[in-house]
């Protein structure tokens, strides 16, 4: 892949701490196009670097949607810089600034989100200026982060949200909610998913779920279960989890910690998803989805932070 330094924005930064950052635009080129990121950098004597990976979905490098504007991730980034820690966050291959990069999603993998991420790392890898970098992996992005933390230019690996099963189990538990008949004519599909056969007969109500076209990306996804692949991360993990998060729950993050027991984990009283405070109640708590000027909790800032400066490689 062929790295560029995007020099043409530049903004410069002083964050109330004095501490002075420009952000600039960079990008990396792969296979199908090119993935854009924001390269927010501390100025001073920092040498660490996060790169901060989004969740799924449209999520772009701030934590937005085109239906959700709540910028937790630049909230995120700029936390961080007020800390002294520079930081890359990426639109994912066709989403945002990086939608050339998109592929049919028939030929969408797993993979290529995994790829994706060692692309940046080795662009951060390959800047002198930084001696320490950081994986940072928000909700399915952090799955992602855990597969290519295994980058051997990565010191540290920070979970925030992750969730703690394979998706399989996921979907069983949420599909447990609906109407007996549709979690008895889906454990077949997820059974043939996870064998690597693809399913011809699918229901029309399962439809958006086991589409054709997003099988192929399903199989590629159901190979992974975020145990196993935690237990055999040999570096500096913290595990991060809101207690009212209403889409990955306390029991993924204590899954992940059993799979790993040298991981440090994190419980946030009141922390939502997207790491706003926010109660259990579900209108009150998604409605923080859309409020883009609400703060993200200081105390994850504080944990990430301590986390970043205490525990060495």
Request: some cysteine.
């Amino acid at each position: 892949m062929r790295i560029t330094h995007c020099l043409a924005l530049m903004t410069g930064l002083l964050f109330s701490t004095q501490v002075l950052a420009n952000e600039q635009l960079v990008s990396v080129h792969t296979e199908t196009g090119t993935l854009q990121g924001s390269l927010l950098d501390v100025e001073g004597e920092t040498k660490t670097v996060a790169l901060i990976i989004a969740g799924s979905g449209p999520t772009d490098r701030n934590g937005n949607n085109p239906k959700m504007v709540n910028n937790s991730l630049k909230m995120l980034a700029n936390a961080l810089g007020e800390k002294g820690i520079s930081s890359l966050r990426y639109d994912k291959r066709g989403i945002g600034a990086s939608k050339t990069a998109g592929l049919a999603e028939k030929n969408l993998r797993f993979e290529h989100y995994i790829e994706d991420a060692n692309a940046w790392l080795d662009y951060l890898a390959n800047n002198k200026q930084f001696e320490q970098i950081i994986v940072i992996g928000h909700s399915e992005g952090a799955l992602i982060g855990m597969l290519a933390a295994h980058h051997k230019q990565v010191d540290k690996y920070i979970s925030l949200a992750g969730v703690g099963q394979p998706i399989d189990e996921t979907i069983r538990q949420q599909l447990s909610k609906q109407a007996e008949f549709v979690l008895t004519n889906t454990i077949p599909i997820l059974e043939k998913l996870k064998q690597g056969q693809t399913v011809d007969n699918v229901p029309n109500y399962l439809m958006s779920l086991f589409r054709p076209s997003v099988q192929p990306y399903m199989i590629s996804w159901l190979k992974y279960d975020p145990q196993k692949e935690i237990a055999q991360l040999n570096k500096p993990i913290l595990l991060v989890q809101g207690e009212t998060d209403l889409q990955v729950t306390v029991a993924d993050v204590n899954k992940l910690a059993k799979a790993n027991n040298a991981a440090e984990k994190v419980i946030i009283t009141k922390m939502n998803h997207i790491f706003k405070e926010a109660s259990i109640n579900p209108q009150a708590n998604f409605a923080t989805y859309n409020q883009a000027d609400l703060p993200i909790m200081p105390e994850l800032v504080e944990a990430i932070v301590q986390f970043i400066n205490r525990v060495s490689r």
